[in-house]
């Protein structure tokens, strides 16, 4: 199953624990839609908006200097839309109804973008995640110079000389 299906999947899965969510849309947090399960808003229009009010809420709290950012609410008087970071490139998006225990929701789909932003970062990298255990990272391994490209090795910095008058 390729990742696109599996973020639809996990989008779909959320709604049909929590009834009160009505459409989900995983963005990347450049705006790209990545993944939607929205049946009515258009997606392409709500990932761009929920990069937007990411951008917004991480710097007000950058502002106010108040730790990281958790999430964006937006409360309406017919219900709530919640953009929480998922992963480091990605923002889950969901639209929920006006009757929510606001609180119980936030821990899952905090679950559910941990889920979709690892998944959208193997897409887009190609690399799995290390999952850390014990609180332990793993050591790092030393690469010797030699082994290296040769774009990547360090290389003085060319003298300075005077321009010709």
Known sequence: MDADAVMVTELRALRHRR?????GVLA????LL????LPTTDATHLAALSAASFGLGQRMADTIDRSEFHDFVLNTS???VVVCPAGLHALLTLVIGPTTDLAALRGEAREVAARAGARFE????GVESIQLTQGH?????????ATLPAQLRR????AWRRPPV
Not at 19 to 23: A, D, F, L, S, W
Not at 28 to 31: A, E, P, S, Y
């Open 19 to 23: 009834p009160e969510v009505t459409g």
């Open 34 to 37: 990545i993944a939607s399960d």
């Open 78 to 80: 017919t219900g709530t």
């Open 122 to 125: 193997v897409q887009r990298t």
């Open 137 to 145: 990272a793993p050591l790092a391994v030393r690469t010797p110079m």
């Open 155 to 158: 290389t003085r910095p060319p």
């Open 28 to 31: 990347g947090t450049d705006g």
